[in-house]
C-alpha cells in the first residue's frame, strides 16, 4: 500500500463481525479518534424514509407493512423478509444498488475533503460484496456464546431468536477468510480499544 511521493493514496478500511461482536464499539472508537466513518446500516435507514424508495417498497410488498401513520413498520418488514428468502431476495435487489451508490458517493466527498483513511461500517460487507470497494477488511470477532450473551443483553432478546439470527449470518470461520485485522474482542472496551490502537499504528507503517 505504499505511495508515489507525487500520488496521494486514500486507503478504504471495511470494519464488519457478526451480531453483538463489538463492530459498533469499534467504529464508536474509531470516529472518536477522528476517523471518517461511512455507515452502511445508517444509509439503509435513510433510504427507508426517502419517497422514491419508500414507493418501491410498498409496490413490492404491499400496505401490510405499514403502521398505524402509514410509515413502513421496518420490523414488519424484517420479520417478513426473515421467514422467507425470495422476499429478502427482492428487497436487496431495491437497496443494494441505491446504498452501493450512496456508499461510493459518501467516500468520493470524504476524498475530496482530504481524508487519508476512510473506514466502511457494513455488517455485511463480504456477503453482499461492499470489500470490493475497499483496501482492508478488519474483522471484529468473539464466540457465539459471548455474541448471544452481549445481543440478550442489549436487546432484552430471547436466546432462541439470537441463535436464529446467528445461524442465518454468514459463518465467522468464512468471514475470517476475507480478514487483514483481526479483532478478538472477548474481553473490555479497554481491551479492544488497545488492539485497535496497535492496529492503526501497524495501519500507518502500510500506507
Not at 12 to 30: F, H, M, N, P, R
Not at 97 to 102: G, L, V, W
Not at 132 to 138: A, F, K, L, S
Amino acid at each position: 500500500m505504499k505511495q508515489n511521493s507525487s500520488e496521494k493514496k486514500h486507503v478504504v478500511i471495511g470494519i464488519t463481525g457478526g451480531i453483538g461482536s463489538g463492530k459498533t464499539t469499534v467504529t464508536e472508537y474509531l470516529s472518536k479518534r477522528g476517523f471518517p466513518v461511512v455507515d452502511a446500516d445508517a444509509i439503509s435507514r435513510n433510504l427507508m424514509y426517502e419517497e422514491d424508495t419508500a414507493f418501491e417498497v410498498i409496490d413490492a410488498f404491499g400496505k401490510g407493512i405499514l403502521d398505524s401513520h402509514g410509515n413502513i413498520d421496518r420490523k414488519k418488514l424484517r420479520e417478513m423478509v426473515f421467514c422467507d428468502k425470495r422476499l429478502l431476495v427482492r428487497l436487496n435487489s431495491i437497496f443494494h444498488p441505491k446504498i452501493r451508490e450512496r456508499i461510493e458517493k459518501d467516500m468520493a466527498d470524504l476524498k475530496k475533503e482530504g481524508n487519508d483513511v476512510i473506514f466502511l461500517d457494513a455488517p455485511l460487507l463480504i456477503e453482499n460484496n461492499l470489500d470490493r470497494m475497499v483496501d482492508e477488511v478488519w474483522i471484529v470477532s468473539c464466540s457465539k456464546e459471548t455474541q448471544i450473551k452481549r445481543v440478550m443483553k442489549r436487546d432484552d432478546s430471547k436466546r432462541t431468536e439470537i441463535e436464529q439470527i446467528i445461524k442465518r449470518q454468514m459463518p465467522l470461520e468464512e468471514k475470517l477468510k476475507h480478514a487483514d485485522v483481526v479483532f478478538e474482542n472477548e474481553g473490555s472496551i479497554a481491551d479492544l480499544g488497545e488492539k485497535i490502537e496497535d492496529a492503526l499504528k501497524e495501519l500507518v507503517k502500510r500506507i
